[in-house]
């Protein structure tokens, strides 16, 4: 069965710092992974997503994210962020059945 | 994309009792999911709800519990039956669109408290 992995639980930067958040999946076979966000009150929004091709995927508000396939990792990272990026953050994947399972999330928090 | 509508968008609910929560969805889709976040934690698949044939359970999820409907490819119902407060939680129904994307669309959720 598939499974995701986020290490970090909670994560306290400074604005204009650089992000990465972890993120590992198990799967043995060809899967399609994503970055959702949660911002405080709101429903879920996607960030970006990883098919096929460069494995270098950006997504909306400067983020992106990179699939190694090597380490079973789609880590996401921002070069600079800013206090409006404090959110939760889930990484998820998809397999050939299609059902999405998600990590136990990251809560970003930026001290402004 | 796909705009989905969920009702009740919270509710407070007695112990012992069983409420019945409604998906509409503006178009009709392949995939419908419900989920559920319990306070401060991920997201967890409860079931794959299928058109016309039975859900597909999650492990540790059960039909008796929380059955499903399906009747067509816009609507779904998940009911929470017989519920205690370890149910508090907030159920989604999400959805994949046919265009082949796999992203998945999440409804504003239905906040249930149980007493």
């Known amino acids: 069965a598939q499974s995701v992995s986020q290490h970090n639980h909670h994560v306290i930067l400074s604005e204009a710092a650089s992000l990465e958040l972890g993120c590992n999946y198990s799967y043995g076979g060809t899967v399609n992974l994503f970055w959702y966000v949660q911002y405080p009150g709101q429903h879920l929004q996607l960030l970006l997503k990883y098919f096929s091709g460069d494995p270098l995927v950006k997504g909306i508000k400067g983020f992106e994210a990179e699939f190694i396939k090597s380490k079973f990792s789609f880590n996401l990272r921002k070069p600079s962020v800013q206090w409006s990026d404090t959110a939760e953050y889930f990484c998820a994947v998809s397999s050939s059945a299609s059902k999405i399972i998600f990590g136990s999330g990251t809560r970003l928090s930026i001290r402004p | 994309s796909a705009v989905i509508s969920q009702k009740p968008s919270r509710d407070i609910c007695q112990r012992g009792t069983s409420l019945t929560i409604q998906c509409q969805v503006d178009s009709q889709v392949t995939m419908m999911f419900w989920y559920r976040q319990q306070p401060g934690q991920s997201l967890t698949l409860i079931a794959t709800a299928n058109q016309g044939s039975e859900a597909t359970y999650e492990s540790g999820f059960v039909i008796d519990k929380f059955p499903i409907s399906r009747p067509n490819l816009t609507f779904s119902t998940l009911t929470v039956s017989n519920m205690s407060p370890e149910d508090s939680s907030i159920y989604l129904c999400?959805?994949?669109?046919?265009?082949?994307?796999?992203?998945?669309?999440f409804g504003e959720g239905s906040r249930l408290t149980v007493l």
């Open positions: 999400s959805v994949v669109t046919g265009a082949g994307t796999g992203e998945l669309f």
